[in-house]
């Protein structure tokens, strides 16, 4: 393995996309939706840089008018937009969102094939993933080619470089042909994995087990460093080597829950990256704070509508977290 100089604290790659959130209805009954910038590696990255982190994206936008808007929302965001390809032959991808009563949601999405699926290897400039602390992944990069074989060279790459892997599986099966499909690619990066984050939803898909606990410490024993599992409501838990820890979620009002994951794992991400040190060197306190930390950018993002726009800056977690009476985080 080549170590290299590390200067991106977070660096990913994978889909950036915009989400339209349904915003209730015209005085004629049709369905009005809002245009969020969106995608799961993409708000990593800016919930990342939001805390302080120094991020940057790879990707694949169209030429039009959703990719312009993409690539102003991260160049905003201070995330290096280096890697973020534009395509004069492809539409950016989109994601129609539908949030139910209780908060959850339903995907429908314009991604036959959507841009973020035609990022070539040879397209990046592999220097920047090569400088990067975490190189983060998720599965939806392994739906299709050539993004998939971009994937897995690229994960090579970053960790030829020294890099942790930070690895999401965030299923969403209108995008697989089928479970047992999704299955089999999510399951091929878990030997890359240095860090995990899989809800209690996708427990089984990941391990067989349903049972959280249950489910992490498998991955543990697979070789992962660091699993988090989000537990929705009731927080989110770690497993490393050294035992497993859980930190309860922050009630609050719940607008939409839509990129409250993305902002967890930035939450987790940025503190992992600051502490610069090896995984195997986190007590179970730590991890606990992590967590705890983590569940409070999460808590913020869910009450407040789309993904992107509701996650939340260091100064606005900090004071959240005082105001529970716990010390600042950010």
């Known amino acids: 393995m080549t170590e290299q100089k590390k200067t991106v604290d977070i660096a990913a790659l994978g889909e950036i996309l915009i989400d339209f959130t349904f915003g209730?209805?015209?005085r004629h009954g049709a369905a009005l939706f809002a245009q969020n910038p969106g995608g799961a590696p993409g708000n990593v990255c800016?919930?990342?840089?939001?805390?302080?982190?120094?991020?940057?994206?790879?990707?694949?936008?169209g030429e039009d008018l959703h990719g312009r808007l993409l690539r102003s929302v991260l160049d905003d965001e201070g995330v290096s937009t280096h890697n973020l390809i534009s395509d004069p032959d492809a539409f950016t991808t989109l994601a129609f969102v539908q949030v139910r009563e209780d908060g959850e949601r339903e995907?429908?999405?314009?991604?036959?094939?959507?841009?973020?699926?035609?990022?070539?290897?040879?397209?990046?400039?592999i220097e920047?993933?090569?400088?990067?602390?975490?190189?983060?992944?998720?599965?939806?990069?392994?739906?299709?080619?050539?993004?998939?074989?971009?994937?897995?060279?690229?994960?090579?790459?970053?960790?030829?470089?020294?890099?942790?892997?930070?690895?999401?599986?965030?299923?969403?099966?209108?995008?697989?042909?089928?479970?047992?499909?999704?299955?089999?690619a999510m399951r091929s990066l878990i030997p890359s994995a240095d860090l995990m984050k899989i809800s209690d939803e996708e427990?089984?898909?990941?391990?067989?087990?349903?049972?959280?606990?249950q489910a992490a410490a498998a991955l543990v024993d697979q070789g992962v460093s660091l699993v988090f599992v989000t537990l929705g409501k009731d927080g989110a838990l770690c497993c490393s080597k050294k035992g497993i820890v859980q930190a309860a979620g922050f009630p609050g009002k719940l607008a939409d829950t839509n990129g409250a994951g993305d902002s967890f794992w930035g939450g987790v991400l940025d503190q992992i990256a600051r502490a610069n040190k090896a995984l195997e060197e986190f007590e179970l306190d730590e991890l606990e704070r992590i967590v705890r930390n983590a569940n409070a950018c999460a808590a913020l993002t869910v009450r407040?509508?789309?993904?992107?726009?509701?996650?939340?800056?260091a100064d606005e977690v900090n004071s959240f977290l005082a105001e529970q009476g716990l010390d600042k985080a950010f």
Do not use: M
């Open 24 to 26: 209730g209805n015209n």
């Open 203 to 213: 427990t089984k898909l990941l391990t067989d087990l349903e049972d959280p606990r």
């Open 304 to 313: 407040r509508p789309g993904a992107i726009p509701a996650l939340p800056a």
């Open 107 to 125: 995907f429908s999405f314009a991604r036959k094939p959507g841009a973020d699926t035609r990022l070539c290897f040879e397209e990046l400039d």
């Open 128 to 184: 920047e993933i090569r400088s990067a602390k975490i190189f983060h992944i998720g599965s939806l990069s392994l739906t299709d080619d050539p993004i998939r074989t971009t994937t897995y060279k690229a994960v090579e790459i970053a960790k030829e470089a020294g890099a942790l892997i930070s690895y999401d599986p965030n299923y969403r099966t209108s995008l697989w042909p089928d479970e047992t499909t999704a299955i089999q």
């Open 46 to 61: 800016i919930q990342a840089a939001r805390l302080g982190a120094k991020t940057a994206f790879a990707g694949k936008v």
